[in-house]
């Protein structure tokens, strides 16, 4: 079973990284095009596992990613090419809700996804993904018996 869980969280967070709490969070913020146009590298990256609704310690999944090898850089033709350090680059459309507080990505390879923006100021973007790895296990036929939620958290520098 533990075995599992480690393949479902990295296979999530991989998958999330630039693809897809503290209660400060919950408030949310919002920002304008002009505000994400430019290059942001990762300065920081904090993946929390929650099983059957409880936050688990785990240290070991927020070392998996090297901090500042992954970049994502948004242009004022709406379209954005991320980058995590290694040959893997995606590039799609992106967009903001009317709101201003949630980015969406429609890569060109792949399925559409979105973060929350969690504060943004000029030289600083933290953002926020949420994935049921419940649902992502039954797709890839893995037998688990806990609801599983993954929550990133990450904070990009300009």
Same mark, same amino acid.
Request: hydrophobic share 40%.
């Given at each position: ?5 480690? /393949?479902?969280?990295?296979? $999530? /967070? ?7 709490? =503290?209660? *400060?969070? @919950? $408030?949310? $913020? &919002?920002? /304008? %095009?002009?505000?994400?146009? #430019? ?14 609704? !409880? ?10 990613? @090297?901090? #500042? ?12 090419? /991320?980058?995590? #350090?290694?040959?893997?680059? &995606? ?5 903001? =809700? &009317? @709101? ?5 990505? @429609?890569?060109?390879? #792949? ?11 000029? =030289? !600083?973007?933290?953002? %926020?993904?949420?994935? *049921?790895?419940? $649902? ?21 520098? %300009?």
């Amino acid at each position: 079973m533990m075995k599992n869980l480690k /393949s479902l969280v990295l296979l $999530a /967070s991989i998958a999330f990284l630039f693809q897809s709490c =503290n209660n *400060d969070d @919950e $408030a949310g $913020a &919002s920002a /304008s %095009k002009a505000d994400l146009i #430019g290059l942001w590298t990762t300065s920081e990256i904090e993946i929390d596992v929650i099983v059957d609704g !409880q936050m688990t310690e785990n240290e070991s999944i927020t070392t998996l990613f @090297e901090v #500042g090898q992954e970049n994502i850089e948004f242009r004022e033709d709406d379209t954005y090419t /991320s980058n995590d #350090g290694t040959i893997d680059v &995606s590039t799609g459309i992106w967009s903001l =809700n &009317s @709101e201003g507080n949630i980015i969406f990505f @429609e890569p060109e390879n #792949g399925e559409p996804y979105e973060y929350k923006i969690v504060s943004a100021a000029s =030289n !600083q973007l933290k953002i %926020k993904f949420e994935e *049921d790895l419940t $649902a992502l296990a039954e797709l890839f036929q893995i037998d688990i018996e806990q609801e599983l939620l993954i929550v990133g958290h990450i904070t990009l520098t %300009k």
